[in-house]
């Protein structure tokens, strides 16, 4: 069975720093890994999306993510962190003819102090 | 473009009442879904149709019946409400589940049930 686990609930950094959230997966077999944003009052929207043709994953809005197969994580980062970048994120699995059926993490809201 | 469109945005019901949330999308995508959003439970899937004509049963089907009315429109049904289903729930849609295409979700029906 597939799983994703996001390491803390809720992240802080100031505004400039850099920002890593933190997204580790279980799957039996080569996944497809997701990061969506999600802004107050909105739907999810794609930042990024790993599906195999390379291990590190630009996103908009400056944002990346190394897919590391040996520690089984997808971790999030961004170099500097910006007031608008506060949010909450999450982190999704599926595998390939799955297609939508995306397995969720539990979300990290992002705040960014001035 | 809408992309995809939800109605309503708020309802409250009370314990034993029925609605139908709607969604339509306007990308011409073939698979649809309906998640559900709990605090700290990240997204689960309820229903997803990979194609007009098919319906099938996600993570969390209980208490909900769907209707792929079209290739556009996908509602969601609570026949009985409870309390257990207050909740934020989104649709989404995407291009078809044989590649991994991300997936883009409405703006949620926030639903309380009394």
């Known amino acids: 069975a597939q799983s994703v686990t996001q390491l803390g609930s809720h992240v802080s950094v100031s505004e400039g720093a850099l920002v890593l959230l933190r997204c580790n997966y279980s799957s039996s077999v080569p996944p497809y890994l997701f990061w969506y944003v999600q802004y107050p009052n909105q739907g999810l929207q794609l930042l990024l999306k790993y599906t195999s043709a390379a291990t590190l994953v630009k996103g908009i809005n400056g944002f990346e993510a190394e897919f590391k197969k040996s520690e089984t994580s997808f971790h999030l980062t961004k170099p500097s962190a910006h007031m608008s970048d506060a949010a909450e994120y999450f982190c999704a699995v599926s595998r390939y003819n799955q297609g939508g059926k995306l397995i969720f993490g539990q979300g990290t809201e992002l705040s960014v102090k001035p | 473009n809408a992309g995809v469109t939800q109605t309503p945005k708020f309802q409250v019901l009370k314990t034993g009442q029925s609605m139908t949330l709607q969604c339509a999308q306007d990308?011409?995508?073939?698979?649809m879904y309906w998640y559900r959003q709990d605090p700290g439970m990240g997204l689960r899937l309820i229903y997803y149709s990979a194609s007009e004509g098919t319906t099938d049963k996600g993570e969390v089907p209980n208490g909900y019946n769907v209707s792929r009315l079209n290739k556009r429109e996908f509602s969601l049904r609570l026949e009985s409400a409870a309390p257990s289903q207050t909740s934020v729930y989104f649709c989404a849609s995407s291009q078809g589940t044989g590649e991994v295409s991300p997936l883009h979700f409405g703006n949620g029906t926030r639903l309380t049930v009394t």
């Open positions: 990308m011409n995508h073939n698979s």
